[in-house]
């Protein structure tokens, strides 16, 4: 064969395999996280009184994702009765407690709801335990982009049942504080 044409197959190969992905730093993985509110804001649920409640498990903080595999653990200490989920993604095997892959059928940005989970409170879980999303397939949660890059899509923090101050503290919502004397107080509010 001619040496141009080898090199032209060559540069063609090379071309459809690296010229025409995009490059992975433009994907987000982001963070599938387990929320009290269907808005994901709220990380922390109490369980002091008889009564069912959700959970909500979101994709947050991403771009161009396809879909995301992990499993919802749920803590010793946490007493609450599984009732039923409902998936908010077109293409699912599996479920939360067991393990799941979602597919959302095209490439997405995120925040999405990927579902929820109802249980049955009995008032008898203990302080500062958990439900947090971990690995199914792999050690960790996992993403996928559109072009079927995996990545580490860990959750922002666990979603703590009955917290303790000193203990086991909610990382979300969390305002940082500053001392302030009275006469910068006041000085707030005059005109």
């Known amino acids: 064969m001619p040496r141009v044409f080898i090199v032209a197959v060559l540069f063609a190969l090379i071309t459809a395999l690296f010229g025409s992905r995009p490059v992975a730093a433009q994907y987000a993985p982001g963070n599938i996280t387990a929320f009290a509110d269907p808005t994901g804001t709220s990380c922390s649920i109490t369980d002091q009184t008889p009564g069912p409640f959700n959970v909500y498990v979101f994709h947050t903080n991403f ?22 989920e409902t998936l908010e993604a077109p293409g699912h095997y599996g479920d939360f407690r067991n393990g799941i892959d979602l597919v959302y059928g095209a490439c997405r940005n995120g925040p999405v709801l990927l579902g929820t989970i109802s249980y049955e409170g009995h008032g008898t879980s203990e302080s500062c335990s958990y439900l947090d999303i971990v690995g199914w397939h792999y050690p960790w949660p996992e993403t996928g982009d559109c072009i079927f890059m995996d990545y580490p899509a860990p959750p922002l923090g666990k979603l703590y049942v009955n917290p303790q101050p000193g203990l086991c503290q909610p990382w979300c919502g969390v305002v940082a504080t500053a001392p302030a004397t009275w006469g910068k107080v006041k000085a707030l509010y005059r005109d």
């Open 63 to 84: 771009g161009g994702m396809y879909g995301v595999n992990f499993r919802v653990s749920e803590s010793g200490g946490f007493h609450a009765t599984y009732l039923s």
